[in-house]
């Protein structure tokens, strides 16, 4: 695979300890404000000692394993996919800065291996932005943490709304970076020079940026959270396969026939099957506008089926048999394989959407109404946002079958069971107990009508 030209003011990986940003004035220049009352930013638009090549040999990748190991301190580390082109999530580029040695890119398409890579760090921490995204990408490679700083959930629960990582750069170390490429297809090869620079900048101050919000965190007593946060992220099961994927088909609850919802099943797996063996992503193999348009419009021969808007051009032409056949399977399977208008779960803690719960269980949403208030109070005593203080089905679970009886030692079991921390739960679990047991407005009213008064006023007491 040919690598990327290198951008004209790269310099070797490694080749020298990374500057603190005040002394690379030459690589930044003041931002325009938008406020003049606002300290000027400075905006970064190349790292400070070049965008070095991406490695595409065994020779560079061991050269690079014993600088990264002979650096200190903790590795930034982010992984680039092609996220709306490729049907995997794969890695296409990953990036590393350490001090002591500097900022290598990898080309992962012709070194798929890069244990040597995580040996050299095994003892070190890891720092990466939104880390749950790149960790799977990362572990195909052969690299797994076993120390993670997680600089956006860090941010999360400083009580940051925007984590973007170039928002944060910008609010907790005064710097603005050049970016643009996020959704580049990064499968492209040779990689044009400024993608490989957005790339290098996207690990330039995380390092810095890690020290901030450490300190931060410290100063705020969450860095014991957060600590606690990123434990979670490292052993975090992968996700459960979603059942029926091909239910979430865009414009899918337009339909109300258990035929047309087999057509649509169909059509779907023969869209994935293509796109898996092609590594094309599945919208850009077929849209779901089109799978939508072909069953309603049940085309009887290949020929009607090329009559559809989308299948009348040259590229799905050419695969108008191969959907043809989908949709005609989906057609004719037999009644009793017909899928049912709705998803069955086979969850035995399945709950109703919460829109339903007045009708199917009213004390059920009484005490998610008011375990959501208890919630949104504790998280604004501690500047945080609700959903980073307890998991959204986390608390539906809890206030859907409640703990029995009710106490404050079985609600922190249960939490811990669904999940939440120990940070969560030292915060939650007393006053979820006290709102769990809350008696509801029907509880809490007269037991009948009150008395009548006389128009006399009240009546004389006895004699």
């Given at each position: 695979?040919?690598?990327?030209e290198?951008?004209?003011?790269?310099?070797?990986?490694?080749?020298?300890?990374?500057?603190?940003?005040?002394?690379?004035?030459?690589?930044?220049?003041?931002?325009?404000?938008?406020?003049?009352?606002?300290?000027?930013?400075?905006?970064l638009?190349?790292?400070?000692?070049?965008?070095?090549?991406?490695?595409?040999?065994?020779?560079?990748?061991?050269?690079?394993?014993?600088?990264?190991?002979?650096?200190?301190?903790?590795?930034?580390?982010?992984?680039?996919?092609?996220?709306?082109?490729?049907?995997?999530?794969?890695?296409?580029?990953?990036?590393?800065?350490?001090?002591?040695?500097?900022?290598?890119?990898?080309?992962?398409?012709?070194?798929?291996?890069?244990?040597?890579?995580?040996?050299?760090?095994?003892?070190?921490?890891?720092?990466?932005?939104?880390?749950?995204?790149?960790l799977?990408?990362?572990?195909?490679?052969?690299?797994?943490?076993?120390?993670?700083?997680?600089?956006?959930?860090?941010?999360?629960?400083?009580?940051?709304?925007?984590?973007?990582?170039?928002?944060?750069?910008?609010?907790?170390l005064?710097?603005?970076?050049?970016?643009?490429?996020?959704?580049?297809d990064w499968?492209?090869?040779?990689?044009?020079?400024?993608?490989?620079?957005?790339?290098?900048?996207?690990?330039?101050?995380?390092?810095?940026?890690?020290?901030?919000?450490?300190?931060?965190?410290?100063?705020?007593?969450?860095?014991?959270?957060?600590?606690?946060?990123?434990?979670?992220?490292?052993?975090?099961?992968?996700?459960?396969?979603?059942?029926?994927?091909?239910?979430?088909?865009?414009?899918?609850?337009?339909?109300?026939?258990?035929?047309?919802?087999?057509?649509?099943?169909?059509?779907?797996?023969?869209?994935?099957?293509?796109?898996a063996?092609?590594?094309?992503?599945?919208?850009?193999?077929?849209?779901?506008?089109?799978?939508?348009?072909?069953?309603?419009?049940?085309?009887?021969?290949?020929?009607?089926?090329?009559?559809?808007?989308?299948?009348?051009?040259?590229?799905?032409?050419?695969?108008?048999?191969?959907?043809?056949?989908?949709?005609?399977?989906?057609?004719?399977?037999?009644?009793?394989?017909?899928?049912?208008?709705?998803?069955?779960?086979?969850?035995?803690?399945?709950?109703?959407?919460?829109?339903?719960?007045?009708?199917?269980?009213?004390?059920?949403?009484?005490?998610?109404?008011?375990?959501?208030?208890?919630?949104?109070?504790?998280?604004?005593?501690?500047?945080?946002?609700?959903?980073?203080?307890?998991?959204?089905?986390?608390?539906?679970?809890?206030?859907?079958?409640?703990?029995?009886p009710?106490?404050?030692?079985?609600?922190?079991?249960?939490?811990?069971?669904?999940?939440?921390?120990?940070?969560?739960?030292?915060?939650?679990?007393?006053?979820?107990?006290?709102?769990?047991?809350?008696?509801?407005?029907?509880?809490?009213?007269p037991?009948?009508?009150?008395?009548?008064?006389?128009?006399?006023?009240?009546?004389?007491?006895?004699?």
């Open positions: 695979m040919a690598s990327a290198p951008a004209e003011t790269a310099e070797p990986a490694g080749a020298a300890k990374p500057a603190e940003p005040a002394e690379a004035a030459d690589a930044v220049e003041p931002a325009e404000a938008a406020d003049a009352v606002e300290p000027a930013t400075v905006l638009r190349t790292p400070r000692e070049g965008t070095p090549r991406p490695l595409t040999t065994i020779a560079e990748l061991i050269a690079a394993a014993a600088g990264l190991a002979a650096g200190h301190g903790p590795v930034a580390i982010d992984a680039e996919r092609a996220s709306g082109y490729r049907y995997s999530q794969r890695a296409y580029l990953v990036q590393l800065r350490r001090a002591g040695f500097g900022t290598v890119l990898i080309d992962p398409i012709p070194l798929p291996d890069l244990s040597s890579i995580d040996q050299a760090l095994a003892d070190a921490e890891w720092i990466l932005h939104a880390a749950s995204q790149d799977p990408c990362l572990a195909e490679l052969g690299m797994r943490p076993r120390r993670l700083f997680d600089t956006e959930l860090a941010g999360r629960l400083l009580g940051s709304e925007r984590v973007a990582l170039g928002t944060m750069v910008e609010q907790y005064g710097v603005s970076l050049e970016k643009g490429h996020s959704a580049a499968s492209t090869r040779p990689l044009p020079a400024d993608w490989l620079n957005y790339a290098a900048l996207d690990v330039e101050l995380l390092i810095e940026l890690r020290q901030v919000l450490a300190a931060e965190l410290e100063s705020a007593g969450k860095l014991a959270w957060a600590e606690q946060e990123f434990a979670a992220v490292l052993n975090a099961d992968p996700p459960v396969p979603r059942s029926d994927p091909w239910r979430r088909t865009s414009g899918i609850h337009n339909l109300r026939n258990r035929r047309q919802l087999a057509m649509v099943r169909s059509l779907w797996e023969a869209r994935d099957r293509l796109a063996e092609r590594d094309v992503a599945p919208g850009r193999t077929l849209p779901d506008a089109a799978i939508l348009a072909a069953v309603k419009a049940n085309p009887k021969s290949q020929s009607d089926l090329g009559n559809v808007t989308i299948f009348n051009g040259p590229r799905q032409r050419r695969l108008a048999g191969y959907w043809f056949g989908a949709l005609a399977e989906g057609r004719d399977a037999p009644e009793d394989q017909l899928p049912p208008l709705t998803q069955l779960s086979t969850d035995p803690d399945a709950m109703p959407a919460p829109a339903r719960w007045r009708e199917k269980d009213p004390a059920a949403a009484r005490r998610l109404a008011a375990c959501k208030q208890v919630v949104t109070e504790i998280a604004a005593e501690h500047r945080l946002l609700s959903q980073n203080l307890l998991a959204g089905d986390a608390l539906r679970r809890l206030a859907w079958r409640s703990v029995s009710v106490s404050e030692d079985n609600v922190r079991a249960r939490l811990a069971e669904l999940g939440a921390r120990p940070w969560q739960v030292e915060l939650l679990a007393g006053r979820l107990a006290t709102a769990l047991l809350a008696p509801s407005p029907e509880d809490a009213a037991a009948g009508p009150p008395e009548p008064s006389s128009p006399e006023g009240p009546a004389a007491p006895p004699d």
